[in-house]
Each structure stands twice: as structure tokens, then as C-alpha cells.
């Protein structure tokens, strides 16, 4: 079964927009959510990640927002450029165990119009 | 620092043949884990590699095995391929074991195809 549920599945923004996906997990014991970024014929990319002791993280025009009560992050991408347009990923792991194996959402295809 | 490299980059093989699919992380990262990306089920955890002992497997059969090197090279082996084998197979290279290093870097994968 999917530990990591993803949404949208696709999603088209104009060029300056916002874009937002939306994930949500049941396993209390993650406690690291990366988001990758894969263009076609590319493996996947770490763009941004995060530990659930925080509850915002910001980095350039990518920020992840975590609500660890309701076991749900999402990833914002502000002012969407053509270049942003991928598919997007959202992981999750447990380190309690020493385990590194990453579940990893569906995925969102984002296509930003210019 | 050089990436993580994956060859060879496509493979085509028919019904039955096994298939080795090899994986050099980046330089002094230790771990190497595998995945397997399908349109249907996506990204899927296959196993992990670390100090030439295996970590931890996913929920494949045992024609999907692995083995990693001294030098940490990794290879991937599937035996007797269905059609439904056919996927893109990733590797992925992490330090494991350094403090404050999360991050699980991703070669380019290797596209199997299955006939």
C-alpha cells in the first residue's frame, strides 16, 4: 500500500502563478520529507526537504509547509516558470531504525504556460 | 564531485533473460540503494546496500537480487524478466552514517525494456 499520498496528479499554472501539491502519510515514525523534481529522461533531483520539528521551509521561489497534527505537507512553487515545469515528487523516510529506504508519493506533473 | 552513474543507460531484453544492471555512487558515499519507476506504480524501493551487506529489501520477488562492491559499487540483477520488469531502474548514492547528511542522490537510470 501507498505509505505517501500525493495530489494532484497533474496540475497546469501560468507562468508567474502559484503551484501548490499536497501530500499525506500515516507512518508517525517518518521524520524526513524530501520533495525531488524529474524532468523526462532524468533521474530525480532533491529539491528541497524537511524535518517535522519545523514548520515552514523556504528556499528561493520553493517552500514546503508541514503540519506534523494532521500528517500532511504540501510544496508551494511561487512566481511558476516554464523551466519549472516537471514532474514532483514527495518522499518520506524513517532514521529511527537506521532505514533510509524512501517512500515516495505518485507523483505531479506540472506544466506552467508561458 | 562526480555524480552518481548508472550503465548502460538502455537495455532491450526478451522474456526469460536475466539482466545486470550496474550503479557507481558518488565518492565517498557509502550506501547505495535501488528503485524501480513504472507509469503504474511509480517509484518503488527495491533494496539498499551498505558496506557490502544488504539493509534493507523491498517487497519484490527473488529474481530482483543485488550485491555492492568494496570499492561500493553496486550492480542489480533480474533473472528469468517478465514484461512487467520493464521500468526505468534507479540508483541512488547517500553518505549514510554522517550526521546531518539526509540526502539520497539519484543517477540517471538504466531503461530496461522487456520483449
Known amino acids: 500500500q501507498q505509505q505517501v499520498k500525493q495530489s494532484p496528479q497533474s496540475l497546469i499554472v501560468q507562468k508567474g502563478g502559484i503551484s501548490i501539491i499536497n501530500c499525506a502519510y500515516e507512518n508517525t515514525a517518518f521524520d524526513y520529507f524530501p520533495w525531488y523534481q524529474q524532468f523526462p529522461g532524468k533521474g530525480p533531483a532533491l529539491l528541497i526537504a524537511?524535518?517535522?520539528?519545523?514548520s515552514e521551509k523556504k528556499e528561493g521561489r520553493f517552500t514546503i509547509s508541514f503540519n506534523k497534527s494532521a500528517k500532511q505537507f504540501s510544496l508551494h512553487i511561487m512566481d511558476s516558470q516554464p523551466g519549472d515545469s516537471a514532474t514532483y515528487f514527495c518522499?518520506?523516510?524513517?532514521?529511527?531504525?537506521?532505514?533510509?529506504?524512501?517512500?515516495f508519493g505518485a507523483g505531479t506533473t506540472v506544466t506552467v504556460r508561458a | 564531485k562526480a555524480g552518481v552513474t548508472q550503465t548502460p543507460r538502455y537495455l532491450i531484453k526478451t522474456r526469460g533473460q536475466q539482466v545486470t544492471l550496474s550503479c557507481s555512487p558518488i565518492?565517498?558515499?557509502?550506501?547505495v540503494s535501488w528503485y524501480q519507476q513504472t507509469p503504474g506504480q511509480g517509484l518503488q524501493f527495491l533494496f539498499e546496500?551498505?558496506?557490502?551487506?544488504?539493509?534493507n529489501k523491498g517487497n519484490f520477488p527473488g529474481r530482483f537480487s543485488g550485491r555492492q562492491f568494496s570499492n561500493s559499487r553496486s550492480e542489480m540483477n533480474v533473472s528469468t524478466l517478465e514484461l512487467g520488469d520493464s521500468a526505468l531502474y534507479l540508483c541512488?548514492?547517500?553518505?549514510?552514517?554522517?550526521?546531518?547528511?539526509?540526502?539520497?542522490?539519484f543517477g540517471p537510470g538504466t531503461r530496461l525494456t522487456v520483449l
Open positions: 541512488a548514492s547517500h553518505p549514510r552514517g554522517a550526521s546531518g547528511t539526509d540526502t539520497q542522490y
Open positions: 565518492s565517498g558515499h557509502r550506501s
Open positions: 524537511i524535518r517535522p520539528d519545523v
Open positions: 546496500y551498505f558496506s557490502e551487506t544488504q539493509r
Open positions: 518522499a518520506a523516510t524513517s532514521h529511527l531504525s537506521n532505514d533510509y529506504k524512501l517512500s
